[in-house]
Each structure stands twice: as structure tokens, then as C-alpha cells.
């Protein structure tokens, strides 16, 4: 069972937002998730992002690959974490 950190969309038309999830690589988008790690919603001002950078490490210790939009997003919940 190989798995990944990905993002798979929900929302509306014109309106995008995403959980971050980890499921297995095989599955489809949108398909049934091993687990969700957050949300993700490019079009808000607040709060755009909101991620459980630990259990993403874990699942990173596991084995499981981000994908590089991903990664992007858990390297910003990383700078974000500390400040907060």
C-alpha cells in the first residue's frame, strides 16, 4: 500500500476548496482518503490554510510522498505553526 499527501478538491464552481488528505496512490482525486490533514482555501484573506503539521509528519515517517503542492502547504504550516 503505497500512499500519498495530496490535495483533493471540494467546493463549488469558481469557488475551490481543498482537504489535505493522505490516501493511497491508486485512488482517485476525490476518492475515499486514509485520513484528512486539513483544509486548504486559496481564496480567503484569513485563514487560507489549516493543517496538522504533526500528524503530516507521521505519516511522512511512514512513508507516505507529498506531492510538491503539498509540500509547499506543509512547509507554510510550518512557518505559520511558531508564530501562533
Same mark, same amino acid.
Given at each position: 500500500?503505497?500512499?500519498?499527501?495530496?490535495?483533493?478538491?471540494?467546493?463549488?464552481?469558481?469557488?475551490?476548496?481543498?482537504?489535505?488528505?493522505?490516501?493511497?496512490?491508486? +485512488?482517485?482525486?476525490?476518492? $475515499?482518503?486514509?485520513?484528512?490533514? #486539513?483544509?486548504?482555501?486559496?481564496?480567503? /484573506?484569513?485563514? @487560507?490554510?489549516?493543517?496538522?503539521?504533526?500528524?503530516?509528519?507521521?505519516?511522512? +515517517?511512514?512513508?507516505?510522498? $507529498?506531492?510538491?503542492?503539498?509540500? #509547499?502547504?506543509?512547509?507554510?504550516?510550518? /512557518?505559520?505553526? @511558531?508564530?501562533?
Amino acid at each position: 500500500m503505497s500512499l500519498k499527501i495530496r490535495l483533493s478538491r471540494i467546493g463549488a464552481v469558481h469557488k475551490p476548496i481543498y482537504h489535505v488528505v493522505v490516501a493511497e496512490t491508486r +485512488s482517485r482525486r476525490d476518492g $475515499a482518503p486514509v485520513e484528512i490533514l #486539513g483544509t486548504y482555501t486559496p481564496q480567503s /484573506k484569513t485563514t @487560507p490554510l489549516t493543517l496538522d503539521v504533526a500528524r503530516a509528519d507521521y505519516w511522512m +515517517s511512514k512513508g507516505a510522498l $507529498a506531492t510538491d503542492t503539498a509540500k #509547499g502547504l506543509i512547509k507554510k504550516a510550518r /512557518k505559520a505553526a @511558531p508564530a501562533a
